[in-house]
């Protein structure tokens, strides 16, 4: 099946930019594959941000951003607040199943 | 508001079976694809099957294929996942999901935990 692959962890000082991105094994990540993202801190399920590449859910905060960026989707942070720390996962529509990627651990520092 | 109560998770030996529910409010529920996904302790998230409004359109991850069944009753606004064979691997927190509009995976359960041991 599809391997879905995230950045393990970045970090990213407050008030700055950050992109994370989602790449597939099978080719370049398009409008179809339906990119999704997802927050999750500790403890908790986790919550939808974007949808669809670029749609943002009607709670998602404006500084979310959805793309996609050389043959991956890309989840863009910018004015990042420590609220922001977090578990963050793709997820992708494979033609049948859908997969997620491997998350990525985002620090505020 | 829409609610996503998931129930069922227990202790299971290598081999057993289990069902576990999610009980949805708050929307038409017959109206919209549902999803479980897992996640084991201290991993990451696992897509593990979908399910139409109409209960057609399933599809499965590959790991659970011709063991795991989801299912719908739309009488009673619950999703289910008839879980036979269950592994060690299959210990992990199970979470009902609602897909929305454009394939958005927008609300989730609270989750329940499933632990196969012995």
């Known amino acids: 099946q599809t391997v879905v692959t995230q950045e393990p962890s970045l970090t990213v000082s407050p008030g700055g930019t950050v992109t994370l991105t989602c790449a597939s094994s099978t080719g370049a990540v398009t409008s179809g594959s339906y990119p999704n993202w997802f927050q999750q801190k500790p403890g908790q399920a986790p919550r939808a941000l974007i949808y669809s590449t670029t749609y943002k859910h009607s709670w998602t905060p404006a500084r979310f951003s959805g793309s996609l960026l050389g043959g991956k989707a890309a989840l863009t942070l910018s004015g990042v607040q420590p609220d922001d720390e977090a578990e963050y996962y793709c997820?992708?529509?494979?033609?049948?199943?859908?997969?997620f990627g491997g998350g990525t651990k985002l620090t505020v520092l | 508001e829409v609610q996503l109560v998931e129930s069922g998770g227990d202790l299971v030996q290598p081999g057993g079976s289990l069902r576990i529910s999610c009980a949805a409010s708050g929307f038409t529920f017959s109206n919209f694809f549902m999803s479980w996904v897992r996640q084991a302790p201290g991993k990451g998230l696992e897509w593990v099957a979908k399910i139409r409004g109409d209960g057609s359109d399933i599809e499965y991850v590959d790991s659970v294929k011709g063991r795991f069944t989801i299912s719908r009753d739309n009488a009673k606004n619950s999703l289910y996942l008839q879980m036979n064979g269950l592994r060690a691997e299959d210990t992990a927190v199970y979470y009902c999901?609602?897909?929305?509009?454009?394939?958005?995976?927008?609300?989730w359960g609270q989750g329940t935990l499933v632990t196969v041991s012995s």
């Open positions: 997820l992708l529509f494979c033609g049948g199943p859908w997969v």
């Open positions: 999901a609602k897909f929305g509009v454009e394939w958005g995976l927008d609300f």
